[in-house]
């Protein structure tokens, strides 16, 4: 049959032009489109044998070749699989629509025999044209298994191509690329380069089921008798039975993809099976990277489609407070043209993130009770990170917070639940008590924690910065509010030393005078002035209203940008201790309030300094400091 040249049609023309100028940024690409088309022939080819015991073909040796000429600036992706016919060529090459792939899966459907479409990759038309980004020129040649004559399609992409019949064609497909001069500044490498075309195969294709094989550059040897090195290692992990995977092999498969030195600190995996499938390899690091809470840190796990590479850190399988887990998530039923915009929308991604998520939550919990020790690992390395979710994932919450622990006063080393908290809870007592600090030893001398430890009332002692947000987004554990010990009213006597309301009423007429006017003198810096319950040591320290922000939130809110109101706070005064008694008898004796301002002004200020704040106006706190201990000498 002679020559016949073709024109494309109007759609195949139009995405074929979009294809060599703006559908892959990333021209490597090419490559992994041509691999995936061959392994689908690969495939095709297995099952047709399976199914047809007169279809005389040999499939001992499936694999797909790649054959770079550097003098003649070529490279052929070679495959010995199902092949095409003239006809299907004319129809699958020149058409988008009628794609190999697509067809084939349609006619599997109707028959009911979902189990051969299970390996197939992509869709052959679209990964085809793929190489014209590269190439000048394509020429395939191909014969379908069980045929005699074979054909072979030329093009360079202008709008036509040419058909032929050829004698002599192996079977499968051979796919020849006449590559374009490299361009560096145009992101088009030299594929021929050995070490390029290995880099590619590595990231893209490296699961592949069948062999990808190199081959020798052309020399004097016989051709058939260069030796070819296999590129990929066809260790797909998460699709091998767990029994036959060894733990120095997901270590080896952790290391290759997180770029880290150590071991992981838990593997974990996940097999979905029916409407959707997909498998997932999961692996929680044995500690944080240097830039976890950085803006610019790259999130998200490695997304194959039956075993091809798609995407190094999709962000749309996990929820940002899980963003330290690395590994793969390989899909069945996505196209390999996937893009960022199609993830975010799509709803098996979606569905797959919250299966994810409740088994990465239902292992860190697993790990508080079978593994204190790499659980402990977990949570100081990526605790912070974790009660992000607490606020972000109200759908999980409850998980979070099942696998979460705190340090409280109950024990200086060993952190406590939640859970374990409220079954320690004193009779009477109604709510879940915590204060949130920069430090442990910082919290433990804070003058709001006095009364806590005199009556042996236990506290949390948070201090990550996600802390000051989370326990206002959670607001109670089972029906127990969480209540700061620096905000609001508190009130924990006994009934042993409970005082009587007449007692109360008559310490309240006593300093009365005082409060009021230590209010009026210290109104810009505080909301008001009263007497506290919760000092046993101190004179005074200052608290937030119940519901106001405390001074860390607002610096936070502050440091994101946004516009917050100074919150006012309020002074409490301990009406036990001999400086608080000395300066009521001093208001109520003397006429000249004059140093007694000066005094109300350092107590607002020593209170300040004791929970690690600062004063107002700190050179007046310095002098009017020096001149009282001048006075003392």
Same mark, same amino acid.
């Given at each position: ?374 659980? !402990? =690992? ?7 990170? &974790? +009660? ?6 109200? *759908?999980?919450? /409850? $998980? ?7 340090? !409280? =006063? ?7 639940? &939640? +859970? ?6 004193? *009779?009477?007592? /109604? $709510? ?202």
């Amino acid at each position: 049959m002679p020559t016949e040249t073709f024109e494309f049609q109007v759609e195949a023309r139009q995405l074929l032009q979009l294809m060599i100028h703006s559908v892959y940024s990333n021209k490597d690409v090419f490559l992994r489109e041509l691999v995936s088309n061959a392994s689908d022939a690969l495939d095709k080819l297995r099952l047709a044998a399976l199914r047809d015991d007169t279809l005389d073909v040999d499939v001992t040796d499936l694999h797909i070749e790649l054959d770079a000429d550097t003098e003649a600036r070529t490279l052929t992706v070679r495959d010995n699989g199902i092949g095409m016919s003239y006809d299907e060529v004319t129809h699958l090459i020149g058409t988008i629509a009628n794609s190999g792939t697509a067809k084939f899966l349609q006619e599997l459907r109707e028959a009911k025999d979902a189990a051969g479409a299970d390996g197939l990759i992509g869709q052959f038309g679209v990964g085809f044209y793929s190489g014209f980004m590269v190439a000048d020129e394509v020429t395939l040649v191909t014969r379908r298994a069980g045929e005699t004559q074979g054909t072979r399609w030329t093009s360079r992409g202008e709008g036509t191509y040419t058909l032929e019949t050829v004698d002599e064609a192996p079977q499968g497909t051979s796919v020849t690329l006449h590559l374009k001069p490299a361009d560096s500044e145009n992101q088009l490498h030299d594929y021929t380069s050995a070490w390029k075309i290995k880099e590619i195969v590595k990231r893209y294709s490296d699961f592949i089921t069948w062999p990808i094989r190199l081959l020798p550059e052309p020399g004097d040897d016989d051709a058939e008798a260069r030796e070819a090195e296999t590129l990929n290692s066809m260790k797909a992990l998460w699709a091998r039975p767990r029994d036959e995977v060894s733990e120095d092999e997901y270590h080896e498969l952790y290391k290759h993809i997180s770029h880290d030195w150590r071991e992981p600190l838990e593997t974990i995996r996940l097999q979905a099976e029916g409407t959707f499938e997909y498998q997932a390899l999961l692996f929680v690091p044995s500690h944080a990277p240097h830039d976890l809470f950085t803006q610019g840190y790259q999130r998200g796990v490695q997304l194959y489609v039956k075993r091809v590479f798609i995407m190094d850190d999709c962000e749309e399988l996990l929820p940002p407070y899980l963003r330290f887990v690395k590994g793969v998530v390989d899909a069945q039923d996505l196209s390999l043209n996937v893009s960022r915009e199609i993830l975010q929308q799509d709803r098996h991604i979606r569905m797959i993130q919250r299966r994810l998520t409740k088994k990465i939550l239902a292992t860190v919990k697993d790990l508080m009770a079978s593994a204190p020790d790499r659980y !402990s =690992t977990l949570w100081r390395e990526f605790g912070a990170v &974790l +009660k992000e979710g607490l606020v972000t994932d109200s *759908d999980n919450r /409850d $998980a979070i917070l099942a696998a979460s622990s705190f340090a !409280s =006063t109950h024990d200086a080393d060993e952190p406590t639940t &939640l +859970k374990a908290y409220a079954e320690r809870m004193k *009779d009477g007592q /109604d $709510a879940v008590y915590f204060m949130t600090g920069e430090s442990r030893q910082a919290i433990e001398d804070s003058p709001h924690m006095e009364a806590f430890r005199a009556k042996g009332v236990e506290v949390l002692l948070l201090t990550d910065a996600v802390d000051e947000v989370w326990v206002d987004a959670v607001g109670e554990y089972e029906g127990k509010p969480l209540r700061s010990v620096a905000k609001g009213e508190i009130d924990l006597a006994g009934a042993e030393d409970e005082k009587t309301e007449a007692e109360k009423d008559k310490q309240g007429e006593e300093y009365a005078g005082l409060l009021g006017w230590m209010t009026e003198h210290l109104g810009e810096d505080v909301k008001e002035v009263r007497l506290s319950s919760r000092l046993t040591v101190s004179p005074a320290c200052v608290v937030s209203d119940a519901h106001e922000l405390t001074p860390a939130l607002e610096n936070m809110y502050r440091a994101m940008g946004q516009e917050v109101p100074h919150a006012k706070r309020i002074l409490e005064l301990n009406p036990e201790h001999q400086l608080v008694k000395s300066l009521n008898r001093a208001y109520t004796q003397q006429q000249d309030r004059t140093e007694l301002t000066e005094t109300a002004e350092l107590l607002h200020a020593l209170a300040v300094l004791a929970e690690g704040g600062r004063p107002q106006e700190p050179a007046r706190f310095v002098k009017l400091m020096a001149d009282r201990l001048e006075r003392t000498l």
